[in-house]
């Protein structure tokens, strides 16, 4: 029985139960820069060509999640240049000036941080090449190093960028929980999904990848600590992650049932919840 995720496993849409499905679609469509690939039934999904990035589910029996809740930290969108996430920082916060939360130079990626309309966290991104990236002992080097977001959009905006947002190739990167407790999801992350730990801060966070990137997801206990099981709430709807055959959903299904995790498998998507009731769905890619 595989014990690991593919190499090229990837991450794939977050779903988002919302209250406002219209100023949250316009958010992610005009600010962010994200196409809208379909739009029914409820569910706004959002993206570039067929590769989709956030699905929002309008929720309005929904409330908010109380204070110190486990769910979503942030979702994570990849930008292939630092031009496209120059084009789209400037947007949200021009027409967003208050969502703004933060930046920072990881050694690994330069990252922008913001709220989305219903407070959801949004990281904007762009990675360095692999060849730039130190490993040390099996766990790859990153650091918290001020980025001045001024300094970044004087080097790499372009009106390009701005006014053609659909010329890049945004992926969620990573999607980064709050959890109640870091070990617990190292237990279910690393032991059982089959992530390999690739940073850990102390007994605050845990970094986790496949194939050697520097993190698909990551749990923080930072507002969260000692928080338990979710009940539904707007906020995270679902995480996402594509493996790349069938054969590694059912290699997982095997995985699961092994640990006594319960698993619904259709044979292409197994679904399972983590230890705070956040729903994950590992699906075999598209041939």
Do not use: C, K
Not at 5 to 26: E, I, R, W
Not at 49 to 76: I, Y
Not at 90 to 96: D, Q, S
Not at 237 to 251: K, L, N
């Amino acid at each position: 029985m595989a014990d690991r995720l593919a190499a090229d496993t990837a991450m794939g849409p977050v779903t988002l139960d919302v209250a406002d499905p219209d100023t949250m679609t316009a958010f992610y469509r005009d600010a962010v820069g994200l196409d809208v690939l379909s739009a029914a039934g409820g569910l706004v999904t959002l993206g570039r060509g067929s590769v989709e990035v956030v699905r929002l589910r309008h929720s309005p029996e929904l409330r908010h999640a109380s204070p110190g809740s486990a769910g979503l930290f942030h979702t994570a969108i990849l930008f292939d240049t630092q031009a496209a996430l120059a084009g789209a920082i400037y947007r949200v916060a021009t027409m967003h000036p208050g969502l703004f939360t933060g930046s920072s130079d990881h050694l690994v990626s330069q990252a922008f941080y913001f709220n989305d309309p219903e407070l959801n966290g949004v990281e904007l991104y762009w990675d360095r090449d692999r060849t730039q990236w130190s490993w040390v002992h099996g766990r790859v080097e990153m650091s918290t190093v001020y980025l001045d977001p001024n300094r970044f959009l004087r080097e790499h905006l372009t009106q390009e960028a701005v006014d053609s947002p659909h010329d890049s190739r945004p992926v969620v990167g990573h999607v980064h929980l709050s959890v109640g407790d870091v070990e617990s999801a190292r237990e279910f992350y690393v032991n059982r999904l089959g992530f390999e730990t690739t940073a850990e801060l102390g007994g605050s966070a845990l970094f986790v990848s496949a194939g050697g990137y520097h993190h698909h997801m990551a749990m923080n206990v930072w507002n969260s600590a000692g928080a338990g099981r979710r009940s539904r709430t707007l906020g995270l709807g679902a995480v996402d992650i594509v493996v790349p055959t069938t054969d590694e959903v059912g290699a997982l299904t095997e995985r699961m049932e092994h640990y006594g995790v319960a698993a619904r498998d259709d044979g292409r998507t197994v679904e399972l919840e983590d230890p705070w009731a956040n729903l994950v769905r590992i699906t075999a890619a598209a041939t």
